[in-house]
């Protein structure tokens, strides 16, 4: 979160108020979401429940995704369960123990005779890749010094948190974010937050990405649908009537784009971190800058989970690149091989995080 293109394991969201809708339907019509609308109020977020009678598929599988469980209230994931009974116990003395209470999971940090105690209230992440706690002190957000990792099966230091020894028990709980970070934060994990500079207003936010994260507020789509009105399609926006560029772009929003002028044909070199941000390896490749078809949704449908089997994978690129004479003698595309290690082979930039680097390279 602090430093975010680093640490953040897992782009404000719109908001209810009047001012920040106007700013996303403006950003919806300059990107060729949808037409100029003549616009009475403020459209209304109504839940993704809403949605399910008209888009039945589309919802179930949405959401049972890890989109869907990007952000949750900390004592209706499973991070409670797997650090009651295994929490971490760092060189130097610094010990962590936690207790679930009616307000979260209460973390109390002890070191050398000394303890602090706080709440953590939110678990980030879907599981893909790692659970980490959030909490208030002060008034103050705080990213918990703790995450767990689903792949080695343990908690560990946060990514970003410093490895050093602690000096005192106040630096275990964690790093404190500005209200901007903390505002992006939820803003990506989580549908409906206003985002302000003193930090995120949740007051409309519902947990995870739903279906109005990425559609846009759905109170005049629904009753021009209810209304069977021919423009309902004006009011909800569809990331894919976009082009490739654009559909990237939106994806990067939450999963990173290269910073203005930074734009490297080799992004893992420049930061290994950088594996992590995929639209940015994939914004790289010259499979994206020649076929201008290419984007995020090419391989994955992003209403459900990111397929396992390699074979899908390899339908894909065949799609393209079906030409035996592209091929050289020893590429296993003719026999349908994998492409993957080649081509996007698995990175892994700490011992606890492992990707599929999206910069598609050429050997």
């Given amino acids: 979160m602090q430093r975010l293109n680093r640490q953040c394991l897992h782009a404000a969201d719109p908001?209810?108020?009047?001012?920040?809708?106007?700013?996303?339907?403006?950003?919806?019509i300059l990107l060729g979401w949808i037409g100029v609308l003549p616009v009475s109020a403020a459209p209304a977020f109504i839940g993704d429940r809403a949605c399910a009678s008209c888009h039945p598929s589309q919802w179930q599988r949405q959401s049972v995704s890890r989109h869907a469980k990007a952000l949750s209230p900390i004592n209706d994931s499973p991070l409670p369960a797997l650090l009651v009974d295994r929490p971490l116990r760092e060189r130097g003395g610094i010990a962590y123990e936690y207790e679930v209470v009616d307000e979260g999971l209460q973390v109390t940090v002890h070191k050398d005779g000394a303890a602090v105690s706080a709440v953590l209230e939110w678990t980030f992440g879907g599981g893909a890749q790692g659970l980490t706690p959030v909490g208030r002190?002060?008034?103050k957000y705080f990213e918990h010094r703790v995450s767990y990792y689903p792949e080695r099966g343990n908690p560990a230091i946060t990514i970003g948190h410093p490895l050093g020894?602690?000096?005192?028990?106040?630096?275990?709980?964690?790093?404190l974010q500005d209200g901007r970070t903390i505002s992006k934060c939820f803003g990506c994990h989580a549908t409906g937050v206003e985002g302000t500079p003193a930090g995120p207003n949740l007051s409309a936010m519902q947990?995870?990405?739903?279906?109005?994260?990425?559609?846009?507020a759905g109170g005049e789509h629904a009753q021009s649908a209810q209304a069977e009105g021919d423009g309902r399609r004006r009011y909800i926006g569809n990331p894919g009537r976009m082009n490739a560029r654009k559909i990237t772009e939106m994806c990067g929003d939450c999963h990173r784009l290269p910073e203005p002028g930074m734009l490297t044909r080799t992004p893992e070199k420049i930061d290994p971190f950088?594996?992590?941000?995929?639209?940015?390896?994939?914004?790289?490749s010259r499979c994206f800058s020649r076929?201008?078809?290419l984007s995020c949704i090419t391989c994955h449908d992003p209403h459900e989970d990111a397929r396992k089997d390699a074979g899908f994978y390899v339908e894909k690129c065949l799609a393209c690149h079906s030409d035996a004479a592209e091929t050289s003698m020893d590429c296993g595309r003719q026999e349908q091989r994998n492409c993957l290690p080649c081509h996007m082979p698995r990175a892994s930039p700490s011992p606890h995080l492992f990707f599929t680097d999206h910069r598609i390279r050429v050997q």
Avoid at 207 to 216: A, F, L, Q, S, V
Avoid at 274 to 284: D, Y
């Fill in 207 to 216: 947990p995870g990405i739903r279906c109005e994260r990425c559609h846009g």
């Fill in 291 to 293: 076929s201008q078809s």
């Fill in 15 to 28: 908001g209810p108020s009047s001012a920040r809708i106007g700013f996303v339907r403006s950003r919806w």
């Fill in 165 to 175: 020894l602690l000096r005192k028990a106040r630096d275990g709980l964690g790093l």
């Fill in 137 to 139: 002190i002060g008034g």
């Fill in 274 to 284: 950088n594996v992590r941000f995929q639209p940015m390896g994939l914004m790289a």
